[in-house]
């Protein structure tokens, strides 16, 4: 990571007139903890006005739209991201960001404990995924856990670890969701007599 941060800083001091060049350095800052300086680097590319009463969101691509919502996310601006993937779902230049932009929507409205909305956004993603939709089986996973749903949530983690058998990150999540789910059956109280 730390290579990677100084290639693209190094690009983007000699050409930080790029969007291109600012996608990719904002992207690495983002993924390597740094969202704060990310959103520095692809502010200029992206214009939020208000107006009469509606937000108008331009941006210099669907890509750099789509990264600064992911950016407000880690940064844990929850509306700001979901008025930013909003304008990307009506963004005709590149639909084929929608699933993205759903699984992101689904993050953000868990953030906020939304769940049951959430799951709805999940499953749009999952139905438009191109490729093996890993990230977004794990993300309503542990969306299903947070409903109680524990035998959804091993199922579809489970699903996942086939697709993806090295996925420390999905490991981790069956042994969480086993754990959480050992821990609320251990807190219920025993039912009741007939």
């Known amino acids: ?60 691509s669907p890509d750099i739209l789509l990264e600064f919502a992911a950016i407000k996310l880690a940064l844990g601006e929850y509306e700001e991201a979901e008025t930013l993937l909003q304008a990307l779902l009506t ?33 749009k993603a999952m139905d438009t995924w191109q490729g093996a939709p890993v990230n977004v089986m794990n993300n309503l996973a542990l969306n299903l856990a947070q409903q109680g749903y524990f035998d959804e949530s091993l199922n579809l983690l489970r699903q996942a670890l086939v697709m993806e058998p090295e996925s420390e990150k999905i490991a981790a999540n ?13 807190t219920m109280p025993p039912p009741s007599p007939k």
């Open 91 to 123: 963004d005709t230049r590149a639909p084929e960001l929608a699933p993205q932009a759903h699984n992101l929507i689904g993050v953000s409205l868990d953030a906020r404990g939304k769940h049951r909305e959430a799951e709805a956004y999940y499953e």
């Open 1 to 60: 990571p730390n290579a990677a941060i100084k290639h693209y800083e190094k690009l983007y001091t000699l050409d930080g007139e790029n969007p291109a060049t600012a996608l990719n350095y904002a992207t690495v800052l983002r993924q390597t903890g740094n969202p704060a300086r990310a959103a520095i680097v692809l502010a200029p590319y992206i214009n939020i006005k208000e107006i009469r009463n509606d937000i108008v969101v331009e941006a210099e």
């Open 174 to 186: 069956i042994d969480f969701v086993r754990n959480l789910q050992s821990s609320v059956q251990r």
